[in-house]
Structure formats: C-alpha cells, structure tokens
DNA sequence: ACACCGTACTATACACTGTACGTTAGGAGC
DNA sequence: GCTCCTAACGTACAGTGTATAGTACGGTGT
C-alpha cells in the first residue's frame, strides 16, 4: 500500500499549513479534511498531534502571536502602550483569521503570555498598581480584540458585492423622520468605519483617560 | 398523510423558539434541524420565511435588540451614555448568544438602527461635530462589544471545569523568570476580569478621554 | 359548486463536517 | 531477525446546511 513514509508530518509542519488553508479560503472554510489533504494524509493523522479541532485552532493561535514584535523599551509609557496595541490591530489585520483565533477561546500558551507580558511589564513601569494595571490590560486589550475584528468584520461585508448592497438598501430604506441621526451621519458612519485613524481616535481616549490618573 | 396544519409557522414563531434554543443549548450547538424538530416539522420548511441561517440569526439579532430600553431623556449625557452602554452589555450578559450574533454579521434590521440612533442623537445633542459623533459611536460600541464578549467566553471557560483546570496549570507552569509581571499579576487579572467594575473602569476610562474633548 | 393556482410544507439527496474505533505498516532497539 | 511502539490508515457514524423536486391545502374567481 502506497503509505505516506513516517515522520513527515510534525506540528509545526500542520500549523503552518492550516494557516495557510485559513488565510486562502477564509477562516469559516478551514476544515481538518482540508489541511489533511493539502499534506497528503488521512484526516485521522493530525490526532497524532492535535487532541481535536480547537486544540489546533490554539496552536495556530500561539503561532500566529510568536510573530508580534517586543516592546521598545526607550520610549514614555503612553507611547509604549500605543505601539504594543497597534501591533497587535497590524498583526490582526494581516492575518484575519486571529481575530476568531482570538475571539472563542480563552488564551493560554506561552506566546500568548509574552504579549501580556508586555504590556503588563509597560503598566507596572509606569507605575500603576497591581488592580490598575490589570484593569487596564483587559481594557486595552478588549478594545482592540473588539475593534479591530469590526473592522475586518466590515471590510469582508465591503467586499462582498452582494451582501454590501443589501447593507446599502437596508440603509437607505430608514425613514429621515424615525432615524433623524443615523440618516444624517450614514455616509460619515461609512467613511470612518475602520482605518487607523479610527483606531487611534479610540485608543488616544482610552490614553486620555488613562493620563488622568497618572501615579505622579 | 399526517401534514401539519397550514399557516402554524410565522417568522416570529421560528425565531422565538431559535432564541430558547440558543439559549438552552449553547449558540454552537444551535442547528436549523434543532429548531425545525422542536416545531414539529421538516428542517425546509424554514426556507420559508428565512433564505438561509445566516438570515434567521439576522431575525434573532433584531429580535433581541428591541429589548433594549430607550435611552433617557434627562440626564447629563455622559450618563446617557454610560447608560446606553450599559444596557447594552446587560443585554448580551442576559442572552449570551446575542455577543455571537453581533460579531460575526454587520448591523442590518429595523431594531439594530434604533439603537445606533439613540446613541448618535446623545452625541449629537451634546454638540459633537458629525465626524467625532460617528467616531465616538464606532468606538463605544466597539468596546462594550468587545469586553463583554470576552467576559462571556471567560465566564464560559470558568463554568467547563477541565477547561478551566488546564488554563490553571498553563498559567502556572509559566515561569517567573521569563513572566514576571503575568505571574504577579495573574491573580489580580483573575479576579478582575469580568464584572460590572472592569466594564465601567473601561467606559470611565473613554468618557474622561471624551470629556476633555466636549464642545464647551 | 367547482376548478384552479399559489404557497406552505414534505421527502429525498448531496456534499460536507469532526472524530471514535480498530487495523496496519515503518522504523528503532535488542 | 525479532519485537514493540506508534504514526498513519480506512471505515464508519452522527451530524450539518441546503438544493431540488414533489405534494396537499386554503383562498379565489367563475
């Protein structure tokens, strides 16, 4: 029987691949088949290495965030928090699949730890107390989960003629005298959804805030 | 042949029993063929009234968005909008199904509008130019949306026990060398995440970044 | 009263999915 | 050369969403 020789296979080799298979056909096309067949291999072969779906989706996770560059340690701490934040968006943005990876499940593996290491490491610095700076890690860290997966929620839907149209219909179907301000602010909605000067806009509120209570 | 009796369904009646299905089973395990079962009838005759899944979560979505409570008329509208959002992670705490159904598709439908206009008017009416009213709504929303949806899936994981068994033991094995600021602080990022204090230390945080910036 | 037609629902089928189970063959160590 | 371990196999199952075609019922026009 025509058997694939041993050992070709690893994790790494499969994370890599999955990746790839995500980011071509999209993250809802993945599936275990697929990325069996690109190696040349039985579906059954990636439980060797993977306990099952979501066990690979973490790996890929992990793999995907070994990528997000350290932080600059020569910098003011507000300046220090904008680049850690901003290149996690990047690195979101680049790769569309983590903001999933990111969304449905806990975090856990040590890549992922590096990067709150980070940031924790920058809060602490500054001077902020164990509960502020916690506090301020979830923060940070949920807002940019939660905008930057808008964002590329919204730029797929504007990709998609079909479904942007009907997104537009639906618009414009609103009655002026029902919606006054959704009417009024459509095409500004529009023009600002997404782009980095989007991002910035939220995250300098969030610093803003954050200064204010600046330890001395 | 035992047929049902004509005009039993309506649009409203499918998406009522999605709804509880959602609810009692988890947003995953929802299936066309579940809510199809529980109506006593065949999974196509959905096809009705919904042109595919992704329709009917669009109905639910709407359906869930009309419980949100307008907004109150009179008040400082930095309360409004603390209590817009406010109302609105309620919203998604009470129907956890709801942080799914507004991630994963874009905002169409009658009740989703309502409640962007009940923000943008607050906006509006505190004398924000078009550009920072709609950059202002995208934000907020973007972060009740993202935080509450990571409280949920915390607050998940915290409930399957062997889940949160090996996120315990990942967090331990991490070494206070390499991760001295996630070790230290890991009991404190416990023990906020999640809560009602987390959520408005977030928001406080982007109001007083706000405030700074109110049109006199 | 009766034929008709649109529509609400059914039946069947297809191409998938993740994964449990049992089997087989390749390489390492003796 | 033999044995053992395990990586990869094949098969199977219980699901999924939905395309397509068929069927019976309710309301309407005559």
Not at 73 to 100: E, F, G, K, N
Not at 153 to 181: G, H, K, N, Y
Request: glycine share 6%; with cysteine.
């Amino acid at each position: 029987m025509a058997r694939t020789p041993r050992n070709t296979l690893s994790a790494d080799l499969i994370v890599r691949t999955a990746l790839e298979l995500m980011e071509a056909k999209g993250t809802d096309a993945f599936s275990l088949r697929g990325v069996a067949g690109e190696l040349g291999v039985g579906p059954m072969a990636l439980y060797t290495y993977f306990r099952n779906k979501d066990d690979l989706y973490d790996a890929v996770r992990d793999h995907l965030m070994a990528l997000l560059p350290a932080v600059p340690s020569d910098a003011p701490w507000p300046d220090q928090v904008r680049t850690v934040c901003r290149s996690l968006r990047l690195l979101m943005l680049q790769h569309p699949c983590l903001a999933q990876l990111l969304a449905g499940r806990p975090l856990s593996g040590h890549e992922t730890a590096r990067v709150a290491e980070g940031l924790l490491g920058v809060l602490r610095a500054a001077g902020f107390d164990a509960e502020t700076a916690a506090r301020t890690h979830t923060t940070l860290f949920t807002y940019v989960l939660g905008s930057t997966s808008w964002e590329i929620q919204m730029a797929a839907e504007r990709r998609d003629p079909e479904a942007w149209r009907r997104l537009r219909t639906s618009m414009e179907s609103l009655s002026a005298r029902d919606f006054p301000s959704v009417v009024e602010l459509a095409p500004e909605l529009a023009r600002t959804t997404g782009g980095d000067e989007q991002f910035d806009y939220g995250l300098n509120l969030l610093l803003a805030g954050l200064q204010v209570r600046t330890p001395s």
